[in-house]
């Protein structure tokens, strides 16, 4: 039997000068909400890397970006300081850290991430993936190839030099976008020094070149917050949370990838899990899939040999099941406000409680784009409090926390979120989702702010563009967003073929397995 973990493998550190980065803040930050992290320090430089935001995000003149190792005293100074964080924040069956790095080589043979299963492993300087496999095939470690799709020798995956032992997974997703592939939808067009994508580089091309590779998905992320929410998650089934039970489960493929939502996906045949090579069936093999999801599930896809043959569908369930059901899920996020190119404000704090008559919270997910959150929760009650800035009030997401609530149409939750109270049933928070605003204190900060009484304006909309503001979303019965079903390959042909699941939720959020093979 495996647990299910969730983490972050690419996380990049020291990739812009900043003298106040802690390493240990940086670890607890993570810790807070996770439970693995595998460390991307960032060994390269660039006259374009500077504190404040990555180049793709800075909207002000740009030197060229031209990267470069950084100096043999800067690596040594910096990948020692690292590996000194995490030994002191590593804890075995709490928070396991692994301890790696980014590299790119020459940058023509795809970017990986390459971590170890050791306290002390070297940084190695070297050009090529060959010399890079070559160096690492001695040591517990792993080089995961990441953003595969771009243009192959610029970045992007060259699929010609892949040991599957040595990179036994890649990252479908991260803030970069997906490299599924052209014929699945995924594309990576958030980065324009290194996009458009092709799809020679993608998971699809690699799988049709028959490479025995699983999935992850991870930030690669350049924020505060290692694990940021949205931007991808690497999800693990293994036997307990430590490192060589979790190495086990990367080797073995035990691994899949989230854009955000952290999806519970089960994928197996007769007992084998996701990542497993088994022998050929003498008849057509049976799959399950068991997701649980945190929005209506859109769809459940089953892929083979990268072709979609079967799709299993709730939009149209549930209409009528809040009545009969006994668990439901709902999310809450604050965080909007006030832009900064309107008015500069210091960071907001945020303190609220979200309490349960004739039911009880059993289970709470934090969904956070930003450090200094925190929470408590009993089963009757949910505290929590939190810190946003003006960077991040544009995101399509904000903070949050996604609760399980086991109880009735009837049971009453109220939300206080700064002062403001919401107070509802479950049936009437199943009709759709509020927005909670203080129009008190948005009129109070225009007339200090800009000396202006918005209530005597002919139009008041400007009231709700300057407060801030929480959203509950509409909860959902379980029905929507559990699934168990079985695919059966009904044109099964006694030959060789690969099999992996997608998961699509209403929001957008998606799930990928890593697949099973049949040879």
């Given at each position: 039997m495996y647990n299910l973990y969730w983490g972050d493998t690419h996380d990049n550190t020291h990739q812009a000068p900043d003298p106040d980065f802690s390493m240990d803040r940086h670890l607890r930050a993570a810790a807070a909400h996770l439970d693995f992290y595998c460390g991307a320090y960032y060994?390269?430089?660039?006259?374009?890397?500077?504190?404040?935001?990555?180049?793709?995000?800075?909207?002000?003149?740009?030197?060229?970006n031209v990267e470069m190792w950084k100096t043999v005293e800067q690596l040594d100074t910096e990948w020692r300081s690292v590996k000194d964080a995490v030994r002191r924040n590593h804890r075995e069956g709490e928070f396991v850290i692994f301890p790696g790095y980014e590299w790119q080589g020459d940058g023509r043979w795809g970017d990986h991430n390459v971590f170890f299963?050791?306290?002390?492993?070297?940084?190695?300087?070297?050009?090529?993936?060959?010399?890079?496999?070559?160096?690492?095939?001695?040591?517990?470690?792993?080089?995961?190839?990441?953003?595969?799709?771009?243009?192959?020798?610029?970045?992007?995956?060259?699929?010609?030099?892949?040991?599957?032992?040595?990179?036994?997974?890649?990252?479908?997703?991260?803030?970069?976008?997906?490299?599924?592939?052209?014929?699945?939808?995924?594309?990576?067009?958030?980065?324009?020094?290194?996009?458009?994508d092709t799809d020679a580089g993608s998971f699809t091309s690699?799988?049709?070149?028959?490479?025995?590779?699983?999935?992850?998905?991870?930030?690669?992320?350049?924020?505060?917050?290692?694990?940021?929410?949205?931007?991808?998650?690497?999800?693990?089934?293994?036997?307990?949370?430590?490192?060589?039970?979790?190495?086990?489960?990367?080797?073995?493929?035990?691994?899949?990838?989230?854009?955000?939502?952290?999806?519970?996906?089960?994928?197996?045949?007769?007992?084998?899990?996701?990542?497993?090579?088994?022998s050929l069936p003498s008849r057509r093999p049976v799959f399950r899939v068991q997701a649980e999801a945190f929005d209506r599930i859109d769809y459940i896809d089953f892929v083979r040999d990268e072709v979609l043959i079967d799709r299993v569908s709730v939009i149209g369930e549930g209409a009528s099941s809040v009545e009969l059901a006994d668990e439901f899920i709902l999310r809450f996020e604050y965080g909007w406000g006030p832009a900064a190119n309107v008015i500069s404000l210091p960071p907001r704090r945020w303190e609220g409680e979200?309490?349960?008559?004739?039911?009880?919270?059993?289970?709470?997910?934090?969904?956070?784009?930003?450090?200094?959150?925190?929470?408590?929760?009993?089963p009757d009650c949910l505290t929590f409090t939190g810190e946003t800035t003006q960077d991040t009030v544009g995101r399509e997401v904000q903070n949050g926390y996604t609760l399980t609530l086991k109880g009735s149409a009837s049971t009453i939750l109220t939300f206080n979120i700064n002062g403001i109270e919401h107070r509802a049933t479950v049936k009437e928070l199943s009709r759709g989702s509020s927005v909670l605003w203080d129009r008190t204190a948005s009129v109070d900060?225009?007339?200090?702010?800009?000396?202006?009484?918005?209530?005597?304006?002919?139009?008041k909309d400007v009231l709700f563009g300057m407060a801030y503001k929480a959203r509950v979303h509409q909860a959902l019965p379980a029905v929507v967003y559990k699934k168990d079903v079985a695919f059966t390959d009904v044109l099964f042909d006694g030959k060789p073929h690969s099999y992996r699941i997608r998961v699509r939720q209403r929001n957008g959020q998606m799930a990928w397995s890593s697949p099973i093979w049949l040879e």
């Amino acid at each position: 039997m495996y647990n299910l973990y969730w983490g972050d493998t690419h996380d990049n550190t020291h990739q812009a000068p900043d003298p106040d980065f802690s390493m240990d803040r940086h670890l607890r930050a993570a810790a807070a909400h996770l439970d693995f992290y595998c460390g991307a320090y960032y060994p390269y430089t660039s006259p374009a890397f500077r504190k404040g935001g990555h180049p793709s995000e800075d909207r002000s003149k740009q030197p060229l970006n031209v990267e470069m190792w950084k100096t043999v005293e800067q690596l040594d100074t910096e990948w020692r300081s690292v590996k000194d964080a995490v030994r002191r924040n590593h804890r075995e069956g709490e928070f396991v850290i692994f301890p790696g790095y980014e590299w790119q080589g020459d940058g023509r043979w795809g970017d990986h991430n390459v971590f170890f299963n050791e306290d002390d492993p070297p940084l190695f300087q070297v050009e090529t993936l060959k010399e890079l496999y070559t160096h690492i095939s001695s040591r517990r470690a792993l080089a995961i190839p990441h953003h595969t799709a771009y243009i192959a020798g610029f970045r992007g995956k060259q699929w010609t030099v892949q040991d599957d032992r040595l990179s036994p997974f890649m990252e479908i997703f991260s803030i970069h976008g997906s490299s599924e592939g052209e014929k699945f939808g995924g594309s990576l067009r958030s980065n324009p020094f290194m996009g458009p994508d092709t799809d020679a580089g993608s998971f699809t091309s690699a799988m049709d070149r028959g490479l025995k590779i699983g999935v992850i998905a991870s930030t690669d992320n350049w924020g505060a917050l290692a694990g940021d929410y949205g931007r991808g998650l690497a999800a693990v089934w293994a036997a307990d949370l430590t490192r060589d039970a979790l190495w086990d489960a990367f080797t073995s493929r035990r691994v899949y990838g989230v854009t955000g939502d952290r999806i519970r996906l089960h994928f197996h045949l007769n007992e084998a899990p996701m990542g497993s090579i088994l022998s050929l069936p003498s008849r057509r093999p049976v799959f399950r899939v068991q997701a649980e999801a945190f929005d209506r599930i859109d769809y459940i896809d089953f892929v083979r040999d990268e072709v979609l043959i079967d799709r299993v569908s709730v939009i149209g369930e549930g209409a009528s099941s809040v009545e009969l059901a006994d668990e439901f899920i709902l999310r809450f996020e604050y965080g909007w406000g006030p832009a900064a190119n309107v008015i500069s404000l210091p960071p907001r704090r945020w303190e609220g409680e979200v309490r349960v008559a004739g039911g009880e919270i059993s289970r709470v997910v934090p969904c956070w784009i930003g450090t200094g959150q925190e929470y408590t929760h009993r089963p009757d009650c949910l505290t929590f409090t939190g810190e946003t800035t003006q960077d991040t009030v544009g995101r399509e997401v904000q903070n949050g926390y996604t609760l399980t609530l086991k109880g009735s149409a009837s049971t009453i939750l109220t939300f206080n979120i700064n002062g403001i109270e919401h107070r509802a049933t479950v049936k009437e928070l199943s009709r759709g989702s509020s927005v909670l605003w203080d129009r008190t204190a948005s009129v109070d900060l225009i007339h200090s702010e800009f000396g202006t009484d918005p209530e005597k304006l002919m139009r008041k909309d400007v009231l709700f563009g300057m407060a801030y503001k929480a959203r509950v979303h509409q909860a959902l019965p379980a029905v929507v967003y559990k699934k168990d079903v079985a695919f059966t390959d009904v044109l099964f042909d006694g030959k060789p073929h690969s099999y992996r699941i997608r998961v699509r939720q209403r929001n957008g959020q998606m799930a990928w397995s890593s697949p099973i093979w049949l040879e």
